[in-house]
């Protein structure tokens, strides 16, 4: 089984670190292949309760190889605070690889971030104010600082030179902001850059030379399918160039669409979204309330509660087929316990037609109403289950009808945070 991809079905947040924390132990090598430290990866295992940003969530193996993918952006602040926090608590970092053609975040991509968020008003995004979007249109734009330019001092000096009167000009032209020092800049990130240099290698030729052993890969998404730049909910979306989607693997990592075998992505077993734009299913007030506290739904990232709603098969069959899945991960059932029934959204309407299609239109989507389909809820404990006849009929039946509108074998689901907190129905690896 050379190459698994494990990504998110809906708007992020799904659980993928969690999952890829438990699978992981069967794998050799565990990557990161796209988004930067917008993504949030909650684990919870023998280190205590962990937020990874950029670290693979394979990190807790000390056997396993990790890479972080030249399709990841990196802050390199962020990633070494991230480093230094897991290292204080014991884990090692000796298997950390970093590909020299991932992107950096530098200050002014923070700082246009926000101003741009500013500048769209009532239109801003949501984003996570990680300046991701600014760096990704660098990298299209081919302005872009990459960790080889970082950790090479004479490169660095060039690259900066090139890029900070350019940006400059652009923060004060176009948003009136202060112009940042090249000495300031320039001595901070090379500190920074000291310090990440033994880490970063040639990572494609690592897992090219890793997949001719037969070796394992899991690739580790961040964010969804529905924040994907071309297949989401666009403009409110994530810029991460390649795609975040099984496609983008490939591209993010260096390995060929024919080098993988199984992908699969994971989807909650209701439905949620942080920032703005569309969501059909999105429960208001009381409902929405009761919802996000009994899933403890708040930013990963950000801390901002999460918008939540009941599961929605349309954009879920939606992202099964443009992933060509192999299989789901369902999590977050145990949150769904005390509920007396249940609603899943099978088709919307859109202007009095009924659809099961989702639509390219955002405009489209922000009209269309969910149509529901009530099951009934088990109202049992599940997260003590660990195999899927431990769990309540009612319990089955909804995982059993979920496949059957997705159109998709559910592999794993999980009723618990901690590690050992699933039921695998069919071995991921
Ligand atoms: P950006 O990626 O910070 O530019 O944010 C763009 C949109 O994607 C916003 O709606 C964010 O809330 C959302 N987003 C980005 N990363 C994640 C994530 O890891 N989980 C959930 N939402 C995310």
Redesign the pocket.
């Given at each position: 089984m050379p190459v698994v991809i494990i990504i998110g079905g809906q708007?992020?947040?799904e659980g993928k670190g969690r999952v890829v924390d438990l699978v992981a132990r069967k794998a050799d090598i565990v990557a990161r292949y796209s988004?930067g430290n917008?993504?949030?990866h909650t684990v919870v295992n023998e280190f205590g309760e962990s937020r990874l940003h950029l670290v693979p969530a394979g990190i807790f193996y000390p056997d396993k190889v990790c890479v972080i993918g030249n399709g990841v952006i990196i802050d390199p602040k962020v990633l070494l605070e991230e480093i230094d926090d897991l290292q204080s608590r014991g884990v090692t970092f000796d298997n950390l690889r970093i590909s020299g053609r991932c992107q950096i975040i530098m200050p002014w991509h923070l700082m246009i971030?926000r101003l741009d968020e500013e500048l769209r008003g009532k239109g801003a995004?949501?984003?996570?104010?990680?300046g991701?979007?600014p760096c990704f249109s660098d990298k299209v734009a081919r302005a872009g600082i990459r960790m080889a330019d970082l950790i090479d001092p004479e490169g660095f000096r060039e690259r900066l030179s090139f890029a900070l009167p350019y940006k400059n000009a652009f923060l004060e032209k176009v948003y009136g902001a202060e112009p940042l020092s090249f000495d300031e800049v320039y001595s901070t990130y090379s500190e920074y850059a000291a310090r990440i240099a033994p880490f970063v290698t040639e990572t494609a030729e690592l897992v090219q030379d890793a997949l001719e052993r037969g070796e394992t890969i899991l690739m580790e998404g961040?964010?969804?399918t529905l924040?994907d730049l071309d297949a989401g909910t666009y403009e409110?979306?994530?810029?991460?160039t390649p795609s975040s989607m099984a496609a983008g693997a490939g591209v993010g990592l260096g390995i060929g669409p024919t080098q993988i075998s199984k992908v699969l992505a994971v989807y909650k077993a209701y439905q949620t979204?942080?920032?703005?734009?569309p969501m059909p299913t999105e429960l208001m007030g009381e409902e929405g309330d009761t919802l996000r506290e009994r899933g403890h739904e708040y930013?990963a990232?950000?801390g901002?509660p999460r918008r939540c709603g009941w599961f929605d098969a349309v954009a879920s069959r939606y992202t099964r087929r443009l992933n060509n899945l192999t299989g789901m991960v369902m999590t977050r059932l145990d949150v769904l316990d005390d509920y007396p029934t249940i609603k899943v959204c099978t088709a919307y309407r859109l202007d009095g037609k009924v659809t099961k299609i989702f639509p390219s239109s955002t405009r489209a989507l922000m009209r269309v109403e969910p149509i529901y389909e009530e099951l009934p809820g088990w109202q049992k404990d599940t997260k003590e289950c660990r195999a899927f006849k431990d769990l309540p009929p009612q319990a089955r039946s909804y995982i059993k009808r979920i496949e059957e509108l997705v159109g998709c074998p559910i592999d794993m689901v999980s009723v618990g945070p901690q590690r050992e907190q699933a039921v695998i129905i069919n071995p991921i690896i």
């Open positions: 708007w992020g947040d988004g917008n993504a949030g971030d995004i949501g984003t996570t104010a990680r991701v979007g961040a964010q969804g924040l409110f979306v994530t810029s991460a979204r942080v920032g703005n734009g930013g990232t950000t901002r």
